[in-house]
């Protein structure tokens, strides 16, 4: 299959020129506005998008015309640099990057062909530095990572990135049927004191509102590496301006509202399950809860379209690449690191060491 290529244009706003210098200003995490690294101008950022409003709104879902989710395929587009009108040949799933010749900011249209485009950003909080910070501390906490990956780690140039993510809000309803057991303690026939659970049958009703159920709408990235660096603060965010996602790669979104819809239930139901538990044993001030059964109802579904920070990193070790990632607006540190198979071992033996000798204690107490 033949690449389709299709020629985008850069927004005005962030094909900003340094009055001072003429260098080209990116987005700055350390003072929230268009920032001059050559000169250290710094020009501020309207509050408001282009709607007039200064936070993304809530949009009712079930109104919602764009659902699908996005096959990018070989698709790719043109953009012509107007500083230096170099030409670059970028995948159509990416809304901004820098030109590989000038080094200037080339944002595109937010909206594609067919999809929707993000009513708001959660902008970069935390800087390259502060991330590479970040990252020798937490390091320094994994247990198993081998010394002298740690004391090698360094990591390499950070890349900044806007990833696309759904909110949603719901009201949810649910009717449940479980049982829930009530812990006694008696004795046996031999003289021992054992735990006897006593079962009852209980149903009934739970509802909770859910605010910003987070769900990743890229397909290319580890999902599981991302949930390591949430939460995000996402009630923070602003309205959507080209100008915050100047100096950063952002891509478009691929799984499609409707899809992120389905992976929210599953993300609340989770959570549900977990809610109505402690419900039970609140209620019936019981120890237990098993079979657990129960039904949802969702209700004033809203949704938001949002971008969200990260720097991406990694690290070698041994000829092999680690990768991780940082949250750009809490600092929160996820990734992968080398084992050390010893180290597993010696917590192993320390742990049986400390039962075994819980179990001796408690043995020669009685």
């Not at 809530?58 to 009108?85: M, P, Y």
């Not at 009530?182 to 031999?190: A, P, S, V």
């Not at 739970?206 to 390591?228: I, T």
Request: charged content about 25%; hydrophobic content about 30%; overall charge neutral.
């Amino acid at each position: 299959m033949e690449d389709i290529i299709k020629q985008a244009k850069t927004m005005e706003e962030t094909d900003r020129k340094c009055p001072n210098c003429g260098a080209t200003m990116d987005y700055s995490p350390e003072s929230g506005g268009l920032y001059c690294p050559y000169c250290e101008y710094r020009e501020e950022i309207p509050l408001q998008g282009e709607d007039g409003e200064e936070a993304a709104q809530e949009l009712s879902f079930k109104d919602a015309e764009l659902r699908g989710n996005c096959d990018w395929g070989a698709e790719k587009k043109t953009v012509i640099c107007k500083a230096c009108g170099a030409e670059s040949v970028y995948d159509a799933l990416q809304i901004s990057n820098e030109c590989p010749y000038c080094g200037s900011n080339q944002v595109t249209e937010a909206k594609g062909v067919n999809t929707l485009a993000p009513n708001g950003v959660c902008p970069f909080l935390i800087s390259d530095k502060q991330a590479g910070a970040n990252f020798g501390k937490w390091i320094k906490r994994q247990l198993f990572c081998p010394s002298k990956a740690k004391k090698s780690a360094r990591p390499d140039s950070f890349k900044g990135v806007y990833l696309p993510y759904w909110t949603f809000d719901s009201q949810t309803f649910s009717h449940y049927t479980a049982q829930y057991g009530k812990d006694r303690t008696q004795t046996n026939k031999e003289g021992d004191t054992v735990t006897v659970t006593d079962w009852y049958r209980t149903s009934g009703d739970y509802s909770r509102f859910f605010n910003d159920e987070l769900v990743a709408a890229s397909s290319r990235h580890d999902k599981n590496m991302l949930q390591r660096i949430e939460p995000y603060r996402t009630e923070e965010n602003k309205a959507y301006r080209p100008e915050y996602v100047a100096g950063f790669i952002s891509e478009r979104y691929s799984v499609g509202l409707d899809q992120g819809w389905e992976n929210a239930k599953v993300s609340m139901k989770r959570k549900l399950r977990s809610h109505i538990e402690s419900h039970i044993k609140r209620v019936n001030h019981a120890d237990k809860v098993s079979n657990l059964n129960f039904s949802t109802i969702f209700s004033g579904v809203t949704y938001k379209y949002l971008l969200l920070p990260l720097w991406l990193s990694s690290f070698r070790y041994k000829d092999k690449t680690y990768e991780f990632l940082v949250n750009g607006q809490t600092g929160k540190v996820g990734g992968k690191i080398p084992i050390s198979p010893l180290r597993v071992a010696i917590a192993l033996l320390l742990g049986i060491g400390f039962v075994a000798l819980l179990i001796w204690l408690f043995s020669n107490g009685n």
